[in-house]
Structure formats: C-alpha cells, structure tokens
C-alpha cells in the first residue's frame, strides 16, 4: 500500500468534534457526567469521520492555495471545478449534469436545512425512511414541519423499502419531499437500480420531490456500484442531488459539499437566499480530492473491507447472539445487540461508562432502531481491535 492507514494520529489541540465534542453531542447534560475513563482513553467509534490522514495530494493542493497568501472573498468561479466533478462522476458512476445546475454549499446539513424550507410549504410533510441519520429529522423539525416516517423492512439486517407503505403515505398524506440516503446510513445498503426506479416512481407519481443525500456513494465494498437516482430519471426536475469529497476524504471540517438542482425555479429561490461564499482552501482541497483522489480511494476502500472482515469475525466469535452484515457501503457497521441488552435505552451511556467506548445507537436514529449500535469502523485495525474487544467484554 502507498498509503498507510494503520498510522494513529494525535487528533488532540484540533478542536476536533470526535474528540472534544462527544459530551455535547451524545450525553446531556454534558458536563454532569463523570465516566470512569479519562476523555483520551476512550475509544472513539461515533460521529461519521476518519482516524486516517487526508490524501496526501490533498493536503498539497491546500498548501499550494495557501501560498498564493491572499484569502479574500471566494466562490467558484474557475469552470476546472465543474469540470472536476463531472469527470468524477462520469469516471465512477457514468453520470454527469448541467454546469448551471450546480451550486456548493458549506456541507450537505445546512443544504438540508435550507432545502426544506425552500421546497416545502407550511401545511406539507416531508417523508424519510427510518432508521434514518437524524438530520433528516431535525431538518424536518428546525422547518415545523411535519414528519412522516415510512419504517425499512429489516430481514436479518438486510433493509428494503416498504413500497407498499412509501405508496400509500406519499398518496393519502400531504406530503411533498421526501429526504433520501442512498446509499442509506446507517444500515449500509447501496440500493440497486430496480430499488431505487420504484421509490423514483412513486414519490414523482404522487408528487413528491427528492433530495437524495448521497454522501456516502464512493465508499462501498468492493464489487457494490452505486447509481446516482437521477441518473435514472433524466427527465425529472424533481430530484436533487447531494454530493460531496468530505466525507470520501476526510474533510468535513472543510464544510464545502456540491448540491444539484435542475429545477430553475428553486435554483433561483437558492441562489436569492443561499450566502454564496466560500472557503478558499476548501475549494482547492475539493478540487484536488476529485482529480487526483482516485487511486488513495481505492487503497481506503480495501483497508476498510478488511475493517468490516475482522469485524465479522471478532463479532462470530465473541457475540455470537448479535445480528450483523457486512454493510455494502459506509464505513459503519450496524449491529443489532438486543439479546445481550434487552432493556437498555440508553446505549451511548452504556458504552461509554461500561467499554470505555464511544458509539451512537438506539434512538439517536429517529424510529426502528431499538437495540442497535453503529460502529464507526474507519480507523487503524489495532484501534478498531480494541473497540471491538472493550465492547464484547461489556456484554459477554
Ligand atoms: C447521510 C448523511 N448526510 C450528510 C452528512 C453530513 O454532511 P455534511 O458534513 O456535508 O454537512 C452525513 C454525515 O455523517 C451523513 O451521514
């Protein structure tokens, strides 16, 4: 491997969420809370970033912006950035889309937000499937608007849509978006082409429009391919597309995302409302990420494949009872741990006070979650090692 992803990095002094914000995040009130385990010792497997270092051409592309030493205003202007991503996106999905139908945004969350209000009327409801990452939710929430959940069928910890129940509720309620993860987190699932031309229909028929979060789409499992929705509904001007290099490349602290809206009308009601600026650093880093992250993408991909190998097996092994698939793409692992803890609510607080483990589950992911733990598996194997040692010894 030219990259090495076994390497543990001092995240200490960076302000990092993972390390200094977990008591905000996950336990409230944060600072009640005494653990057993100094803030360093524990092993961190929550929010959704990487313990590896950022690509090295990356970080060379930020360095070379930084020695141009002037950081005034900044937007895209340079039509190389389109251009960029086009090619990204022909290259790994055989998709491209109009240069006048992109916008950026400083990350996918705060394009959620806006989205919401932008799409959807006061009296209209927004549909998401559950378990579902909670943004969804709390775009949902911060707009008063009115939450439908349509609840994944769950065989063994295979996830499918309920078409049936998607149907009936995007025909008999008001709803007009709905807010899609494809590939879906936290249950992993890349959905498949015929999957994902039923949903299209269904939510279009009725007349529903679709913002499909696909943050997640260039980190699958070796032998998954993902399909960007409005690949496959050309026609449509309903589906909005959210993409990003920050969570592929470890640089969502650069908060700069590609949001791609065909419809004209509501690209002008972003365009009035959105702040436009942007960072100039994270710009370069996006950039470079999508034209020279290809081959540190495909190294990651099969670090993170023996990740969710060793996974399977430590937890074959040791927790015999609890229900786990290797998921075919995030870096998270979904795992059902109702036999060990049958009664417990509260599973961060579990962990947290009982492995010296910190992890999100249960309810953090809206409804149909009960029972469940999400492992963020992207770290060194010897730190993913003792993770997975704390957390079986805390239940076996
Ligand atoms: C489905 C999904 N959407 C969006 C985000 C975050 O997006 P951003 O960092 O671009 O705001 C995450 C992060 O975990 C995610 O899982």
Same mark, same amino acid.
């Given at each position: 491997m030219k990259y090495d992803f076994d390497e543990i990095i001092d995240r200490k002094g960076t302000n990092a969420m993972n390390t200094d914000g977990f008591r905000e995040y996950l336990f409230q009130p944060a600072d009640d809370i005494a653990f057993p385990y100094a803030d360093d010792e524990?092993?961190?497997?929550? *929010?959704?970033?990487? $313990?590896?270092?950022?690509?090295?051409?990356?970080?060379?592309?930020?360095?070379?912006?930084l020695d141009k030493r002037i950081f005034g205003y900044t937007k895209v202007f340079d039509p190389n950035y389109y251009l960029s991503v086009t090619n990204w996106t022909q290259r790994h999905y055989q998709w491209t889309f109009e240069k006048e139908h992109l916008v950026t945004s400083p990350g996918i969350i705060p394009a959620l937000y806006e989205l919401v209000e932008y799409i959807c009327k006061p009296d209209e409801k927004v549909l998401i499937f559950t378990p579902s990452y909670?943004?969804?939710?709390?775009?949902?929430?911060?707009?008063?608007l009115e939450l439908v959940c349509s609840d994944l069928i769950n065989?063994?910890?295979?996830?499918?849509?309920?078409?049936?129940?998607?149907?009936?509720?995007?025909?008999?309620e008001k709803i007009s978006l709905c807010i899609f993860c494809n590939p879906h987190n936290p249950s992993g699932r *890349?959905?498949?082409? $015929?999957e994902l031309k039923r949903f299209g229909r269904i939510c279009l028929k009725n007349n529903v429009w679709i913002i499909s979060d696909e943050i997640h789409c260039d980190l699958l499992r070796n032998g998954n391919v993902h399909t960007p929705l409005a690949k496959l509904f050309p026609h449509s001007d309903?589906?909005?597309?959210?993409?990003?290099a920050s969570k592929t490349f470890n640089m969502a602290g650069l908060m700069f995302s590609n949001i791609i809206i065909p419809c004209n009308e509501i690209r002008d009601i972003w365009k009035a409302r959105h702040y436009s600026l942007e960072n100039p650093l994270s710009i370069a880093a996006t950039q470079a990420a999508y034209q020279y992250g290809d081959e540190w993408l495909e190294q990651l991909k099969c670090y993170l494949d023996g990740n969710f190998d060793f996974t399977r097996q430590y937890l074959e092994t040791c927790l015999p009872k609890a229900v786990f698939r290797i998921p075919e793409a995030t870096y998270l692992a979904?795992?059902?741990?109702?036999a060990y803890l049958p009664r417990e609510e509260n599973l961060s607080l579990y962990f947290a006070s009982n492995a010296g483990v910190l992890l999100e589950g249960g309810n953090m992911f809206v409804a149909n979650s009960d029972g469940y733990i999400r492992l963020n598996l992207a770290?060194?194997?010897?730190?993913?090692?003792?993770?997975?040692?704390?957390?079986?010894?805390?239940?076996g």
């Open positions: 524990f092993i961190r497997m929550w *929010v959704a970033d990487m $313990e590896f270092a950022a690509p090295p051409e990356i970080i060379q592309a930020v360095k070379d912006r909670a943004h969804f939710k709390h775009a949902v929430d911060y707009n008063h065989q063994q910890g295979y996830y499918t849509m309920n078409f049936d129940d998607l149907d009936a509720k995007t025909k008999n *890349v959905w498949t082409p $015929e309903r589906i909005i597309t959210c993409m990003g979904w795992v059902n741990i109702r770290c060194p194997r010897s730190v993913l090692e003792e993770g997975l040692k704390r957390i079986c010894k805390a239940l």
